[in-house]
């Protein structure tokens, strides 16, 4: 994900502005750039490709300094990865602008810009953005105006800041479906796509809401709303400090992942979503060539990763009715598969190196698909710069070894890749926008479930001295109830199994006796009446019973029926991403309670590079 950090001080920000580029690198970028009015009033730029060092380095030869500038972390999307496609992008030398988002309709817009005689120095959506509001500017003189002027022509989904020098002292922004952040400083002021870039300098914090403007100066700002009446915003304190434990006040780096859910499946979602419109384009320049092509899908994972994939063939074939295949990926090369013509191969990855995940994208491209995807958190991963397109999972950096967050991001990731898929087969535009809400909606709903910590831990108590557990599912309950299990075995060491519960009857009810708690996902979805009938096998064998219900199922706690209510109802394409987070809970609160290492399990290692 880009990365933006602005600054407006009474000392040079240079030096502000590099920092928070490198506490944002763990978004994934590369190139960087930096863009600054020096004394003279006079715009400075540095662009390079590769890491914030080699933005350092180009500094030695390219000096900039000034006290208001803006900075960026490019993932190429729009044009590949080169100097000239990096940010800041400059109107000659009257502004520049940086800019996270896809704008969908910058093909007429610089169309219409190179009539009006600009030539384009890029092949990206942002640089129509720096031209146009320079256009702007002919006639609507003040930067603020001008942005204004420029927004209300702009469709699709950004962030951006713009900096010009014959307003010196003075950077101007704007969100609109990317997160934006103001630190507030005394004499000084910041902006950033994440708080976390500007810790160094200040713990004060205006979270911009949907819409919202920004002037900045060195001695205030002010934020207005998109139709430019001015708005308050609440400025919070952050907890944390620049120097403060990776672990932010948590015990474990997973119970922190787990509570990072909510922000991450935000920054998953942000700039994919427009109106319940899935945009296409989060899947890079490829993308709207290839993906009216699809006619099937086959998706190859590992672990965590798999599971996520086996949600996404609910997404795929009952929303579009696209045939999708998932494999574990260790297996996938070694039958030889059929790969019909209009195949995408997807691979589903956290680190991007996963090493049978990596030789099974490699294989298949020997095999006559139609393009490869990659469902990935790290950009410059082996696995993304080897697929055809890629969708990020923004889920930042995780440390625990058993994958929490990363496996929430891949589903909401793969909700969007199902979404730009099907529209092309049966899912037509009424039903989009009712996903897109939904999917819009999970953060929330993540939030929610979240405060079910108690009772999880509750829960756990009962779990602690056992040695076997069950996990039931049906439907795309089931991979939910599969990572349920591994999530217990990885961290708590006791044996937990899986099954989807129309199998109870086939041979794991000889397994159930009251020393073996039963796990199940009870969503009030077109199979809950089948899943109330398996629940009534295992209390008929003495089984105990442990359910996260849907409030809609009138599911009621009885003698060795221990039932947890979600807070709300949660629609079927909602359900995996919501019921998941219980699951995490417990399984972390049995390991603490029987002392096991939760953030780095024994045997377990976070990246698997080797077959």
């Given at each position: 994900?880009?990365?933006?950090?602005?600054?407006?001080?009474?000392?040079?920000?240079?030096?502000?502005?590099?920092?928070g580029?490198?506490?944002l690198?763990?978004?994934?970028?590369?190139?960087?750039?930096?863009?600054?009015?020096?004394?003279?009033?006079?715009?400075?730029?540095?662009?390079?490709?590769?890491?914030?060092?080699?933005?350092?380095?180009?500094?030695?030869?390219?000096?900039?300094?000034?006290?208001?500038?803006i900075?960026h972390?490019?993932?190429?999307?729009?044009?590949?990865?080169?100097?000239?496609?990096?940010?800041?992008?400059?109107?000659?030398?009257?502004?520049?602008?940086?800019?996270?988002?896809?704008?969908?309709?910058?093909?007429?817009?610089?169309?219409?810009?190179?009539?009006?005689?600009?030539?384009?120095?890029?092949?990206?959506?942002?640089?129509?953005?720096?031209?146009?509001?320079?256009?702007?500017?002919k006639?609507?003189?003040?930067?603020?105006?001008?942005?204004q002027?420029?927004?209300?022509?702009?469709?699709?989904?950004?962030?951006?800041?713009?900096?010009?020098?014959?307003?010196?002292?003075?950077?101007?922004?704007?969100?609109?479906?990317?997160?934006?952040?103001?630190?507030?400083?005394?004499?000084?002021?910041?902006?950033?796509?994440?708080?976390?870039?500007?810790?160094?300098?200040?713990?004060?914090?205006?979270?911009?809401?949907?819409?919202?403007?920004?002037?900045?100066?060195?001695?205030?700002f002010?934020?207005?709303?998109?139709?430019?009446?001015?708005?308050?915003?609440?400025?919070?304190?952050?907890?944390?400090?620049?120097?403060?434990?990776?672990k932010?006040?948590?015990?474990?780096?997973?119970?922190?992942?787990?509570?990072e859910?909510?922000?991450?499946l935000?920054?998953?979602?942000?700039?994919?979503l427009?109106?319940?419109?899935?945009?296409?384009a989060?899947?890079?320049?490829?993308?709207?060539?290839l993906?009216?092509?699809?006619?099937?899908?086959?998706?190859?994972?590992?672990?965590?990763?798999?599971?996520?994939?086996?949600?996404?063939?609910?997404?795929?074939?009952?929303?579009?009715?696209?045939?999708?295949?998932?494999?574990?990926?260790?297996e996938?090369?070694y039958?030889?598969?059929?790969?019909?013509?209009?195949?995408?191969?997807?691979?589903?990855?956290?680190?991007?190196?996963?090493?049978?995940?990596?030789?099974?994208?490699?294989?298949?491209?020997?095999n006559?698909?139609?393009?490869?995807?990659?469902?990935?958190?790290?950009?410059?991963?082996?696995?993304?710069?080897?697929?055809?397109?890629?969708?990020?999972t923004?889920?930042g950096?995780?440390?625990g070894?058993?994958?929490?967050?990363?496996?929430?991001?891949?589903?909401?990731?793969?909700?969007?890749?199902?979404?730009?898929?099907?529209?092309?087969?049966?899912?037509?535009?009424?039903?989009?926008?009712?996903?897109?809400?939904?999917?819009?909606?999970?953060?929330?709903?993540?939030?929610?479930?979240?405060?079910?910590?108690?009772?999880?831990?509750?829960?756990?108590?009962?779990?602690?001295?056992?040695?076997?557990?069950?996990?039931?599912?049906?439907?795309?309950?089931?991979?939910?109830?599969?990572?349920?299990a591994?999530?217990?075995?990885?961290?708590?060491?006791?044996?937990?199994?899986?099954?989807?519960?129309?199998?109870?009857?086939?041979?794991?009810?000889?397994?159930?006796?009251a020393?073996?708690?039963?796990?199940?996902?009870?969503?009030?979805?077109?199979?809950?009446?089948?899943?109330?009938?398996?629940?009534?096998?295992?209390?008929a064998?003495?089984?105990?019973?442990?359910?996260?219900?849907?409030p809609?199922t009138?599911?009621?706690?009885?003698e060795?029926?221990?039932?947890?209510?979600m807070?709300?109802?949660?629609?079927?394409?909602?359900?995996?991403?919501?019921?998941?987070?219980?699951?995490?809970l417990?399984?972390?609160?049995?390991?603490?309670?029987?002392?096991?290492?939760?953030?780095?399990?024994?045997?377990?290692?976070?990246?698997?590079?080797?077959?």
């Amino acid at each position: 994900m880009c990365g933006i950090v602005g600054a407006v001080a009474q000392r040079d920000v240079v030096p502000i502005l590099l920092e928070g580029l490198r506490r944002l690198e763990y978004r994934g970028y590369d190139s960087a750039g930096i863009a600054a009015v020096d004394e003279d009033a006079s715009l400075r730029s540095a662009r390079s490709v590769g890491k914030v060092a080699d933005l350092e380095s180009r500094l030695q030869t390219t000096p900039v300094a000034g006290h208001a500038g803006i900075a960026h972390t490019r993932w190429a999307t729009h044009g590949g990865v080169s100097e000239s496609n990096a940010h800041p992008h400059l109107s000659g030398n009257r502004l520049a602008v940086v800019h996270n988002g896809i704008i969908e309709n910058y093909e007429t817009l610089r169309t219409e810009l190179e009539g009006l005689g600009y030539s384009f120095l890029s092949q990206t959506d942002t640089e129509v953005i720096a031209h146009l509001i320079d256009h702007c500017r002919k006639t609507v003189p003040d930067l603020f105006d001008a942005m204004q002027a420029a927004l209300a022509r702009l469709e699709g989904a950004y962030a951006v800041a713009i900096l010009a020098p014959d307003e010196p002292g003075r950077v101007v922004a704007a969100r609109s479906g990317s997160p934006l952040v103001l630190g507030v400083g005394i004499g000084e002021h910041f902006i950033a796509s994440d708080a976390a870039a500007l810790l160094p300098v200040t713990r004060n914090f205006v979270f911009l809401e949907e819409g919202d403007r920004l002037d900045v100066r060195e001695d205030a700002f002010h934020i207005f709303d998109p139709d430019g009446d001015a708005v308050e915003r609440k400025v919070q304190e952050s907890s944390l400090s620049a120097d403060a434990a990776d672990k932010g006040g948590y015990r474990h780096y997973m119970l922190k992942e787990i509570y990072e859910q909510p922000a991450a499946l935000g920054n998953t979602l942000s700039e994919r979503l427009f109106r319940g419109h899935a945009l296409e384009a989060c899947l890079g320049s490829k993308a709207a060539d290839l993906l009216p092509r699809v006619r099937q899908v086959h998706i190859v994972a590992c672990g965590t990763s798999y599971h996520a994939g086996l949600v996404a063939r609910y997404y795929l074939e009952q929303g579009g009715g696209v045939p999708t295949t998932v494999e574990v990926a260790s297996e996938y090369r070694y039958r030889n598969p059929v790969v019909p013509p209009g195949t995408l191969f997807v691979a589903i990855s956290q680190s991007g190196e996963t090493a049978d995940t990596l030789a099974a994208l490699r294989y298949a491209q020997q095999n006559g698909y139609l393009a490869s995807a990659a469902i990935c958190n790290v950009p410059e991963s082996s696995l993304v710069r080897e697929s055809d397109m890629a969708l990020m999972t923004r889920a930042g950096p995780e440390i625990g070894v058993a994958s929490t967050k990363a496996f929430t991001t891949q589903l909401a990731a793969l909700c969007l890749l199902g979404m730009v898929i099907s529209r092309h087969h049966r899912l037509d535009a009424r039903m989009e926008r009712i996903y897109g809400r939904q999917l819009s909606q999970t953060p929330r709903l993540v939030e929610k479930a979240l405060a079910l910590d108690a009772a999880m831990a509750h829960w756990a108590e009962a779990f602690a001295d056992k040695h076997h557990a069950l996990f039931l599912g049906r439907g795309p309950s089931y991979p939910v109830a599969l990572e349920g299990a591994l999530k217990l075995k990885e961290i708590s060491y006791i044996h937990a199994e899986a099954y989807a519960a129309g199998e109870l009857k086939h041979g794991p009810l000889a397994l159930v006796d009251a020393d073996m708690p039963v796990v199940a996902v009870a969503p009030n979805d077109l199979l809950i009446e089948k899943l109330k009938s398996n629940l009534q096998e295992v209390r008929a064998r003495g089984g105990q019973l442990y359910v996260l219900a849907d409030p809609n199922t009138r599911i009621e706690p009885e003698e060795g029926l221990n039932v947890v209510t979600m807070p709300e109802h949660i629609e079927a394409l909602q359900a995996p991403l919501v019921y998941t987070v219980p699951l995490q809970l417990l399984a972390y609160h049995v390991a603490v309670a029987r002392g096991t290492d939760v953030d780095q399990p024994r045997n377990l290692a976070k990246s698997v590079t080797v077959e």
